[in-house]
């Protein structure tokens, strides 16, 4: 058996990251682990607010930020993707697509994916003309029409950011009511090349040779029909947790990690924090806050 940690962070966003560097700094065994690029979820939010810290700063700069922080701590770094988390013999074992590991506790935060529409194509239009992610891809839309499907405000912050770039802007919400801010809605509504419809869902992917043509979409009061011509569409309708390689039974329907107050689950040494969570809100400093908790309780935990 390889080396057995006192603790192994997975995930490499704001709340991994606060854990791990508050575990380092109280002289625990730790490492973190990630399966992508450090920082986390931020990376792919064109400007972050509602954080007392910075004051309006690009998602990726603030990640950067993170990452730097994590290495000037000087916390083990490990590049890897959990493909299963299982407790054996009171050692919890993450097989990595590269390694196994083991520690004696884990913190689980590994935070959540885009949830999918689950309309046809929308698999094969992904990469042409289909995006979950405005920041990563907005800028191929330059000069084009595109539609973002959505009303939370990452949906709404996503679609600001495209303003800037695209053409014309359409955004679909299937509410008359935003979940969004209100601050938010206002900022879109200045743009003069942005259209809002409600309450419109998208029905049809338009597949044009091997790009996207058009969404079909319907008004959900009158059931009338009609085509936008888009050479872009971004779903942003929420998220799913990422999960799925958990084999302990530590979830609930949704696949999300319900945890005590000290952020422990209901199995003893693993913890857990942030966007896994069942939650309404999910930001940053939240998931910064969950990380500081559970550093604590693990400690505690630990004996130490
Ligand atoms: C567009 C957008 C805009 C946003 N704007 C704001 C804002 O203005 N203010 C604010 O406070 N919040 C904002 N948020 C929310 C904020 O980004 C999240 O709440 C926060 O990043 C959650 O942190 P986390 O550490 O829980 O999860 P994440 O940041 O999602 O990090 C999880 C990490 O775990 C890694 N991971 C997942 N599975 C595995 C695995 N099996 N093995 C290894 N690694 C794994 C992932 O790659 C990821 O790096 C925004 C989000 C989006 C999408």
Redesign the pocket.
């Known amino acids: 058996m390889n080396k057995v940690y006192e603790c192994l962070v997975?995930?490499?966003?704001?709340?991994?990251?606060g854990a791990a560097i508050k575990l380092h700094q109280e002289g625990i065994d730790v490492a973190i682990?990630?399966?992508?690029?450090?920082?986390?979820?931020?990376?792919?939010?064109?400007?972050?607010?509602?954080?007392p810290r910075q004051h309006e700063i690009p998602?990726p700069d603030l990640a950067v930020i993170f990452f730097d922080r994590l290495m000037q701590e000087g916390v083990e770094f490990i590049g890897?993707?959990?493909?299963s988390l299982d407790k054996k013999d009171d050692i919890f074992v993450l097989e990595?697509k590269n390694e196994t590991y083991y520690s004696k506790t884990v913190y689980i935060?590994?935070?959540?994916v885009e949830r999918k529409i689950g309309l046809p194509l929308e698999d094969e239009l992904f990469g042409h003309g289909l995006s979950y992610c405005?920041?990563c891809d907005g800028h191929f839309f330059k000069g084009q029409d595109v539609l973002v499907i959505g009303g939370g405000?990452?949906a709404l912050?996503?679609a600001i950011h495209l303003a800037h770039i695209v053409k014309h802007l359409y955004v679909i919400h299937r509410r008359n009511e935003f979940r969004g801010s209100d601050k938010l809605v206002e900022e879109l509504k200045g743009f003069d090349n942005v259209t809002i419809m409600t309450p419109y869902i998208p029905v049809e992917f338009i597949k044009e040779e091997d790009h996207l043509g058009g969404v079909k979409i319907q008004n959900r009061e009158t059931n009338e029909e009609q085509v936008l011509k888009v050479q872009g569409v971004f779903p942003?309708v929420g998220q799913n947790p990422?999960t799925g390689?958990i084999k302990l039974d530590i979830k609930n329907e949704w696949g999300n990690i319900p945890v005590e107050r000290n952020m422990m689950t209901r199995v003893p040494g693993a913890f857990a924090?942030?966007?896994?969570l069942p939650r309404d809100i999910?930001?940053?400093?939240?998931?910064e806050h969950?990380?500081m908790v559970a550093a604590n309780s693990i400690k505690e935990y630990l004996g130490k």
Do not use: C, H, W
């Open positions: 997975i995930g490499a966003g704001p709340s991994g990251i682990i990630e399966m992508s690029t450090p920082g986390g979820k931020i990376n792919i939010a064109p400007r972050v607010d509602n954080y998602g890897d993707e959990i493909t990595g935060a590994t935070g959540t405005a920041l405000n990452a912050k996503e942003l990422n390689f924090g942030g966007d896994v999910r930001q940053i400093y939240l998931a969950d990380g």
